[in-house]
């Protein structure tokens, strides 16, 4: 059943080369007790591991059942093994994290038995070989000749044809030796056993048939088989896989043995984990509070279409240099603002821009926006009693205002000039400005009564037009008091006035009630300067003069949130589109500058942070690779036993893989865990001192995705020393103390 023929095996150590195996050929009979005798470094060792397809021949061939293996591959290889062999080793070659039931059962869950059969054969074959009561002991609680007996059981399990003993007495005492082969003497009536020994009285006492080995070749054998009739059956083999679920409970095994070790290198590789989660959270955090801003506060900041081109900001930069912003004077710079007009150009709005902003509002707008708003000219004159001579007197026009001025003759500059402007209302008031002196304008309309601010820059800049067209001298005056300007009083009349024909007691009274500046901490790029009015005196002058009202001079459009903002913007971008750059009609989106800069800010210092925390999964990858390493050092007899077990190359890597998965769930649920309990403080901090409730968030998703990365991270860490594992030479491995 068994056959050798001209076998020659040498391992080359340098120069010298050293015969193993000389040209040896040998037959075996199915049931047989075999004695291989001969002194140390024979080739005895070699022999029973080509018999046991661990290690292959240079020249010659192997039969099996009369067939021949010089074709079988790895996997042929590893099914023979496990199927036909049944190794036992001197020094027993228990692997000690498992218990004597499992060490049994090993070779058993590579063929894919099931769990109960597995239980159920394994402990049979623990009870034949006397070990009934200690099946659920660990290797290191046993004694010697009961580990032997544990190897004995292991190599019967599978029920194979040949089993194959090196040397299995050699560390055993005399009387323990005996009933070891006392019990091997009982299997070999049922198996072909080759049994290798120093003892030639053992062997002579035991054995049915000796050989005698010296320098690699059979120097003598007692009873040679004749060419025996082959039995030309096929061989069918079982194909051999250790299933995930086998894998796992011997990594879990295995690192329970070295908890420590295995816990410290998860909570390093945590911290990364940590890192990396509360940095998410905390931008994710900040997005959102950001995004949640955005839209609390859209509908106040408008997409508005003003009728010059240059952004006010850039012109208001203009000669502040020695300038304190924010100072806390009583008093306002009168700002001579005649250089600016270089500065401008033309947006002035067409018929044409208001009727394509028009069919927006009334088409898509019902959907966008929540409002829009436009400013227009209106036929009206401010109004300054002037006194002749003592109680003489009339009222003169300090500032007048066409409906619709005559582009030719109106400079852009004077038309954005217009000192009337509209003051937003409510919380956004509230947020951007600050009322630096007296208070909010209130009117009475019905009773002709308004009251309007005064808005200073941040310097407490104040055009001089303006000031002259509120009546104040402002030749060779730098400053002006807020208390000589707050309190004025003058009246409006709406409508052209003649001194001599206009009545006006239909004017209203104008009085300025307060001196209004934008915040520092304010975010939108609003640029007011001038007098302010609230809408209500707006709306009440179109609804009840509205022939002396004009065109539109200032649209203002509000979106209904950030997204419909960019369709609202998309859609007036499409309107320059092919249009020379004077016809091109310019948009300020008041609030865009602020958000998409804080955003951009967040989403950096993120990535930097992010990229440091990842530092730390660099290292503990490192860690996990050393591991590994040492855990492959380690384990090498259990990688060589697990082979002569029929373990495949992908089923030892699997080992550590699956470790390596243990470890790297364990880092990336520890470190989500912990980040979720940092977060607590953290947010109550923030609270704190932001007053901003509950920012950092860990989204679940990034959670899940960041214990994948960790578990990822691990067994890549760990493939290199789970292959070299894998490619272990298993006679090598054996050899290894
Ligand atoms: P035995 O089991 O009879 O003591 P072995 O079969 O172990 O002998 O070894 C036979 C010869 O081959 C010895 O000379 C040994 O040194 C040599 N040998 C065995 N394995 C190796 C190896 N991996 N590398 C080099 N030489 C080896
Ligand atoms: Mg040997």
């Given at each position: 059943m068994l056959k050798l023929k001209n076998i020659s095996k040498s391992y080359t150590i340098g120069d010298f080369s050293q015969n193993a195996l000389d040209n040896l050929s040998v037959e075996f009979k199915s049931k047989d007790f075999v004695a291989v005798l001969g002194p140390s470094g024979c080739g005895k060792t070699t022999l029973l591991n080509v018999i046991g397809g661990l290690d292959h021949a240079d020249k010659g061939d192997l039969f099996i059942n009369g067939k021949s293996t010089k074709d079988f591959n790895d996997s042929d290889w590893d099914m023979y093994r496990n199927n036909s062999i049944g190794f036992i080793f001197q020094s027993h070659n228990l692997i000690t994290h498992l218990s004597v039931l499992q060490n049994v059962e090993m070779g058993l869950s590579l063929s894919g038995v099931s769990k109960t059969e597995r239980i159920k054969r394994a402990t049979e074959v623990l009870?034949?070989?006397?070990?009934?009561?200690?099946?659920?002991?660990?290797?290191?609680?046993?004694?010697?000749?009961?580990?032997?007996?544990?190897?004995?059981?292991?190599?019967?399990?599978?029920?194979?044809?040949?089993?194959?003993?090196?040397?299995?007495?050699?560390?055993?005492?005399?009387?323990?030796?005996?009933?070891?082969?006392?019990?091997?003497?009982?299997?070999?009536?049922?198996?072909l056993v080759i049994l290798v020994t120093h003892d030639s009285e053992l062997a002579n006492r035991y054995a049915s048939r000796l050989i005698r080995l010296k320098d690699g070749q059979i120097i003598s054998d007692s009873n040679p088989t004749s060419e025996e009739e082959e039995k030309k059956d096929e061989i069918k083999f079982k194909k051999t896989s250790m299933s995930f679920k086998t894998a796992f409970i011997s990594s879990i095994n295995n690192i329970k043995t070295k908890l420590g070790r295995t816990i410290l290198t998860a909570v390093a590789g945590s911290i990364g984990i940590i890192g990396i989660a509360l940095i998410?959270?905390?931008?994710?955090?900040?997005?959102?509070?950001?995004?949640?801003?955005?839209?609390?506060?859209?509908?106040?900041?408008?997409?508005?279409?003003?009728?010059?081109?240059?952004?006010?900001?850039?012109?208001?930069?203009?000669?502040?240099?020695?300038?304190?912003?924010?100072?806390?004077?009583?008093?306002?710079?009168?700002?001579?603002?005649a250089e600016l007009r270089s500065f401008l150009q033309p947006n002035l709005i067409t018929d044409d821009y208001i009727q394509y902003v028009e069919n927006y509002v009334a088409n898509e707008g019902l959907n966008t926006l929540v409002g829009v708003k436009y400013e227009r000219f209106v036929n009206m004159s401010l109004l300054q009693y002037y006194e002749i001579s003592p109680g003489v007197g009339a009222y003169m026009p300090i500032y007048q205002e066409e409906k619709n001025p005559d582009d030719t003759t109106t400079s852009p500059y004077e038309a954005a000039m217009a000192i009337f402007t509209l003051l937003p209302e409510g919380d956004v008031f509230n947020n951007n400005y600050d009322i630096i002196y007296g208070s909010y304008p209130v009117n009475d309309l019905d009773n002709g009564q308004v009251g309007v601010v005064i808005i200073v820059d941040e310097y407490n800049r104040i055009f001089k037009?303006?000031?002259?067209?509120?009546?104040?001298?402002?030749?060779?005056?730098?400053?002006?008091?807020?208390?000589?300007?707050?309190?004025?009083?003058?009246?409006?009349?709406?409508?052209?006035?003649?001194?001599?024909?206009s009545d006006v007691d239909t004017a209203f009274d104008v009085t300025i009630t307060g001196i209004v500046r934008q915040k520092d901490s304010s975010n939108v790029s609003l640029f007011y300067n001038g007098l302010g009015y609230t809408s209500d005196v707006s709306e009440y002058i179109y609804t009840n003069y509205p022939d002396e009202v004009g065109d539109i001079r200032r649209i203002s459009l509000y979106p209904n949130s950030f997204d419909d903002k960019e369709l609202v913007k998309t859609y007036l971008d499409a309107y320059n589109v092919g249009l020379s750059e004077v016809d091109q009609i310019e948009y300020i989106d008041q609030a865009a500058t602020f958000t998409a800069m804080v955003g951009g800010v967040i989403d950096t210092i993120s990535i930097v942070l992010i990229a440091f925390a990842a530092i730390s999964l660099v290292v503990s990858s490192i860690m996990i690779s050393i591991i590994t390493y040492v855990s492959v050092i380690e384990r090498t007899k259990e990688i060589g036993v697990l082979r002569a077990l029929g373990a495949r190359k992908k089923d030892i890597s699997r080992i550590f893989n699956v470790e390596n998965v243990i470890i790297g769930f364990g880092a990336g649920f520890v470190g989500v865990a912990v980040s979720l309990l940092l977060i607590i403080p953290i947010n109550f901090v923030i609270e704190h001192f932001a007053d901003m409730a509950n920012v950092a968030k860990l989204n679940p998703v990034a959670a899940l995705i960041l214990i994948l990365i960790s578990i990822t991270l691990a067994v890549f860490a760990g493939l290199m020393p789970a292959r070299m594992a894998a490619k272990k030479d298993p006679v090598i491995a054996l050899r290894t103390e």
């Open positions: 009870v034949r070989v006397g070990l009934k009561d200690h099946i659920h002991k660990r290797p290191n609680q046993l004694s010697g000749g009961q580990s032997q007996r544990v190897a004995i059981a292991r190599a019967l399990a599978n029920n194979p044809d040949i089993i194959l003993a090196d040397e299995p007495t050699g560390s055993l005492d005399s009387e323990t030796s005996i009933q070891i082969m006392e019990l091997i003497k009982e299997i070999a009536k049922e198996k998410l959270s905390l931008s994710n955090g900040l997005d959102q509070q950001i995004q949640k801003f955005e839209e609390d506060t859209l509908s106040g900041y408008p997409i508005s279409i003003t009728e010059s081109k240059i952004d006010f900001e850039k012109m208001m930069n203009y000669g502040q240099e020695d300038l304190t912003s924010y100072p806390e004077t009583d008093y306002a710079l009168v700002f001579d603002e037009s303006t000031l002259t067209a509120l009546g104040f001298d402002t030749t060779d005056v730098s400053e002006i008091s807020f208390s000589d300007i707050v309190g004025k009083e003058m009246k409006l009349f709406i409508g052209e006035y003649d001194i001599l024909f």
